[in-house]
């Protein structure tokens, strides 16, 4: 089955970027997803890219994916302090099961 | 706003009762899953569910069975509960584009 592993902590200074990495071990995944869960609420989908992808940019979020090393991240440009909350990426989709991370806790520092 | 929809959002039960668990999505979003999320924790897939059929299941006893409906709701039933089973539970709908569209979520309290 899918292992999905992701640092626990990032802290960054408000207006700086933040860059989250993952790593996953089933490179069958369809899709590669990062949520993100603010305290006591459920799963918001940011992004996802498709496994045939390298990059994908929206707004200030930008995804990459090395299908080599099997490594993938987000980068949020100028993160502001709604920016802080825990973040998951995931992977799966379409009619797989999805295989989501530990999270990665985001402190943006005013 | 996902317009997907769960309830009731807290519960607390005591050890060994059965739970049910309910959770609404939009119109064509034929896919559901449940998702099991300890504290501290990364959500943990429980089933999925397509038109009605269970469609792929995660490594969680038989006691955790589900139903979907038609009107594209769907339920998580819990029997015989445990003090580990209390956590955050998560339905996530999707449509053909694959994207996962997740409620949010009820806390289940087991003592």
């Known amino acids: 089955g899918e292992d999905v592993e992701q640092s626990l902590f990032l802290s960054v200074r408000e207006g700086d970027s933040s860059v989250i990495n993952c790593t996953y071990t089933?490179?069958?995944?369809?899709?590669l997803y990062w949520y993100k869960q603010e305290p006591g609420a459920g799963l918001q989908l940011l992004t996802y890219i498709f496994s045939n992808m390298d990059m994908k940019q929206d707004q200030r979020l930008t995804v990459l994916l090395n299908k080599k090393d099997k490594h993938l991240s987000l980068r949020i440009a100028d993160t502001q302090t709604g920016d802080s909350a825990i973040y998951f990426c995931?992977?799966?989709?379409?009619?797989?099961?999805?295989?989501f991370g530990t999270g990665t806790k985001l402190q943006v520092i005013p | 706003e996902t317009g997907v929809t769960q309830s009731p959002t807290h519960l607390i039960k005591t050890r060994g009762q059965q739970v049910t668990l309910r959770c609404s999505s939009q119109?064509?979003?034929?896919?559901v899953s449940w998702y099991q999320q300890a504290l501290g924790q990364g959500p943990q897939f429980i089933f999925q569910?397509?038109?009605?059929?269970?469609?792929g299941r995660g490594n969680f006893p038989p006691r955790f069975s589900g139903l979907q409906f038609p009107n594209y709701s769907s339920e998580l039933n819990v029997n015989a509960l445990e003090l580990d089973d209390s956590a955050l539970y998560l339905c996530?709908?999707?449509?053909?584009?694959?994207?996962?569209?997740f409620g949010p979520g009820t806390r289940l309290t087991v003592t």
């Open positions: 089933d490179s069958s995944s369809t899709y």
């Open positions: 569910y397509y038109r009605e059929e269970e469609n």
């Open positions: 995931a992977g799966g989709g379409g009619y797989q099961k999805v295989t």
């Open positions: 996530a709908t999707q449509d053909v584009s694959y994207e996962q569209y």
């Open positions: 119109s064509g979003h034929n896919t």
